[in-house]
């Protein structure tokens, strides 16, 4: 056990909790290249370590959710019936066909710029506070199905797709933040428990870095109790700036990492 690898994936896994909890995102989304860049986690052995890291982080967020009574139990569901076989099929994908890291910062990069643009872009929440009409529940699981093999593939859940999608189709961060984490944390315990399964066949790391997982699901833990807890005072106009950052921010660094 590296003591000192895992204390900087504490402290980055509680800055990152604290930030993108607000809006809906884990956090994991980040950790990606932390992991890769800074803390030497081997390819494949890093995705399940970042699904383990939302396995762990995510009940604090959840909990004050709930107490909020803040889910919308409808769009949670929806979003599992497709996001749950979509990260099985990922993690068979990811272990014995994608090989490539940067297939998948390209492909993110992709998804992410247009989405944030689109949520930069949007119009906010009429005046009665109304959300605009919904997608519609065979389209939201379709889309959930699709961002769960890519986050089976990488190990980012795929709230942190999910979010800007729903948002930036008018629904209200609020609504949409409890539901992109139900989904990330129950995704992710599917997840590692997929790729637990086949690493006892598969050759070479592909079972979860467990002390590090667990150390940067500690410091998510807390800092999603912190960035729940702050969420109600920040308002929806900041809540939908800060998501459409997010989302060009990490796509330009993605498309960084894989050309360089």
């Keep these: 056990m ?3 690898r895992d204390a900087w994936g504490l402290l980055a896994g509680f800055v990152l909790a604290t930030i993108t909890t607000p809006v809906g995102v884990s956090g994991a989304v980040f950790l990606l290249p932390v992991q890769m860049s800074l803390l030497g986690v081997p390819s494949p052995r890093v995705t399940p370590t970042n699904l383990m890291y939302n396995v762990i982080s995510g009940p604090g967020a959840l909990l004050r959710f709930r107490r909020r009574s803040q889910f919308d139990w409808s769009l949670t569901l929806q979003l599992l019936a497709g996001s749950v076989p979509g990260v099985v099929l990922g993690s068979v994908i990811r272990v014995y066909v994608a090989a490539d890291p940067d297939t998948f910062r390209l492909l993110a990069a992709a998804v992410l ?3 944030g643009v689109f949520i930069l872009r949007r119009s906010p929440l009429p005046q009665s506070g109304r959300e605009r009409p919904r997608l519609r529940a065979r389209t939201v699981r379709t889309l959930a199905f699709g961002v769960g093999i890519v986050g ?3 190990g980012i859940g795929g709230g942190s797709v999910l979010g800007p ?3 930036g189709t008018g629904m209200a961060v609020a609504t949409v933040a409890p539901a992109a984490l139900a989904s ?3 995704t992710s315990l599917v997840g590692v428990g997929a790729y637990a399964v086949i690493s006892l066949e598969a050759p070479g790391t592909v079972a979860p870095d467990w002390s590090l997982g667990l150390a940067m699901g500690l410091g998510g833990l807390v800092g999603g109790w912190v960035g729940a807890s702050i969420q109600p005072h920040i308002p929806e106009r900041v809540l939908r700036t800060v ?3 997010l989302a060009v921010g990490l796509a330009i660094v993605y498309f960084v990492q894989a050309v360089t």
Excluded: R
Aim: net charge negative; with cysteine.
């Design 184 to 186: 990330t944390w129950v």
């Design 165 to 167: 999608i729903l948002v």
């Design 113 to 115: 710029m247009p989405v």
């Design 152 to 154: 089976g593939i990488y």
């Design 243 to 245: 998501l459409g950052c």
């Design 2 to 4: 590296d003591w000192q």
